[in-house]
């Protein structure tokens, strides 16, 4: 193998594209052409001739190499260059490099949008055009003071900065600087975020949260916030001053341990416990025992936050402090049952009354006509006249003995409760109305004097059916409950508006009764739809 041919296979070996290597290769080639032609006819050939060609070829060889080499990472530079400028012109932050100087290197689009300078305006300018004062004053020492200490203030870590534009506005923006070098050369790459949007957002939410919490501590009902898990988060002004606690203290504390009596927790837990599970809103009652140990009577409102997946993440509680009230109503309550007391004595009394005195005056009179009318049987007229007087007289005691036992129904003091009823029931039976009527044993349920109560309940929704509702059917029902005892009356007659304020003394009789057995009564009733009248009271 020849010269010429060892380096044509060693420059298609090393795969040598760049025309700009032929021309040393060639050279290599003449000059080894020329030694093997001397060789060949045997003309003598100088040994460091051939030395030196050879010497000249390996460096030419080498040199070529290195060409190549070169050549080929100037492509793939031009490359990376061409996707950096890219990375540059798309990013959505806006980035600018500068050098060491502070002068600005690279300044891409979006830099401009933020700024209002084109990149021409700003390049090899210095970057503290970019700051208002005193930032642009002391830049060009910052970068002195980290380039001799190597102390960074905010090299490779992120702050809030404020910039400025072209127009002179100032704004905030976020700053995150990175170090870098290239070539033995320092440059700073900063990205810049515009925070002016976030601290507006920041702003308004501020202001409504100062406003909410102004409107919280001025307001003159218990607010707290509890988690999910009945621990406490925050509360205003007036449960502070209530409980004797500041929000610090009782901060991350359960509900119920802090405040509520140990025997009322288990309620307050169940309620809370539903609030989580079902999201229905409701209210409650109970103790709250203040830091001096006094007890309050609350009455709470609640309601939720829910986070984006519908979960509960806070309960809102709302609470009025109705200790005063409860105790006027306790004491409006007992005066209500004196006032009943005294008014089924009287009625007793009246009852007796009409039975006794009333009564044997009518019996006296009575036998005075029969004696009148036996001396005189002769006389027909007169006889006439003793049957109509007759007939008037048991009249008389037939209303007598009726007002004597809605008065005092001697009835109950002598069946029982359970029978009273029926008793009641049919004595309106003529009226032509349907009354349907079912009853449990009930004699037994309540405390002695309390079943008047109940009677007069039904007593008073009765007369209202007769007198006013134009009801054809009526349906009474009373029945033992694991809790205590229900009573439904129900008519089909013309019903009322609910919401009128004035429904007449009648439903005020039977709330007050109600009130007295420690029970509660709900009137459901509209226009051409009839009346419900619902009572629940409480097992004792």
């Known amino acids: 193998m020849n010269i010429a041919s060892f380096l044509w296979a060693m420059f298609l070996l090393y795969n040598v594209r760049d025309y700009r290597l032929l021309v040393p290769m060639g050279l290599c080639i003449v000059v080894g052409i020329e030694q093997a032609i001397a060789f060949h006819y045997g003309v003598p050939t100088n040994w460091v001739d051939l030395t030196v060609s050879t010497a000249v070829f390996l460096s030419v060889f080498v040199l070529s190499r ?7 990472a100037d492509d793939l530079l031009s490359g990376k260059d061409t996707r950096i400028s890219t990375l540059l012109d798309t990013a ?3 980035i600018v490099i500068i050098d060491e100087r502070g002068l600005v290197e690279s300044f891409n689009p979006a830099a401009e949008r933020l700024f209002g300078y084109t990149a021409g305006e700003v390049i090899r300018s210095n970057v503290n055009m970019l700051m208002p004062e005193p930032d642009r004053s002391h830049h060009n020492e910052y970068i002195h003071n980290f380039l001799s200490s190597r102390q960074p203030r905010i090299i490779g870590k992120g702050r809030e900065v404020t910039g400025r534009r072209k127009d002179g506005t100032n704004f905030p923006v976020y700053l995150a600087v990175s170090e870098m070098l290239i070539s033995g050369k320092r440059y700073f790459v900063g990205t810049l975020h515009d925070q002016t949007e976030i601290k507006r957002k920041e702003a308004e939410l501020r202001q409504e949260k100062n406003f909410i919490a102004a409107i919280l501590d001025t307001a003159s009902a218990l607010v707290i916030v509890l988690d999910r898990h009945g621990r406490i988060v925050s509360f205003n002004r007036s449960c502070e ?12 504390r359960t509900f119920w341990e802090q405040f509520i009596p140990i025997n009322d927790r288990p309620y307050v837990q169940e309620v809370l416990r539903k609030l989580v599970e079902t999201r229905q809103t409701g209210h409650f009652e109970t103790y709250w025992i203040t830091r001096s140990g006094n007890r309050r009577y609350v009455e709470w409102e609640n309601s939720i936050l829910k986070s984006d997946s519908g979960e509960v993440d806070f309960i809102i509680a709302t609470g009025i402090d109705i200790t005063e009230k409860r105790i006027q109503q306790q004491a409006i309550s007992q005066l209500s049952s004196e006032i009943m007391r005294v008014q089924e004595e009287e009625r007793k009394r009246i009852a007796g009354d009409l039975h006794d005195s009333l009564g044997q005056s009518l019996v006296a009179l009575k036998f005075m006509i029969e004696e009148l009318r ?16 007759n007939d008037f007289i048991n009249g008389i005691v037939q209303d007598a003995r009726e007002l004597s036992h809605t ?13 009273a009823i029926r008793e009641l029931v049919n004595s309106h039976r003529s009226t032509g109305i349907d009354i349907s009527l079912e009853i449990d044993e009930i004699d037994d349920f309540f405390p002695e004097n309390w079943d008047i109560n109940l009677y007069r309940i039904i007593q008073e929704a009765l007369t209202n059916v007769f007198k006013h509702s134009g009801a054809t059917s009526v349906i009474i029902q009373a029945h033992r409950t694991p809790h205590g005892l ?3 009356i129900q008519d089909n007659g013309s019903g009322f508006q609910n919401n009128r304020q004035h429904r007449g003394m009648g439903l005020l009789i039977m709330q007050e009764r109600a009130r007295a057995l420690d029970g509660n009564i709900q ?5 051409q739809a009839g009346t419900e009248v619902k009572v629940e009271i409480p097992a004792r």
């Open 523 to 527: 009137t459901v009733s509209a226009p």
């Open 486 to 488: 229900s009573l439904l």
């Open 66 to 72: 290195s060409i190549a080499a070169n050549l080929r």
């Open 407 to 419: 008065l005092s129904p001697i009835s109950l003091q002598k069946i029982g409760l359970k029978h």
């Open 92 to 94: 959505v932050d806006a």
């Open 374 to 389: 036996y001396s005189n049987a002769q006389n027909a007229e007169l006889q006439n006249q003793c049957d109509r007087i």
């Open 241 to 252: 001053q209530l409980s004797g606690y500041t929000t610090e203290e009782i901060q991350g």
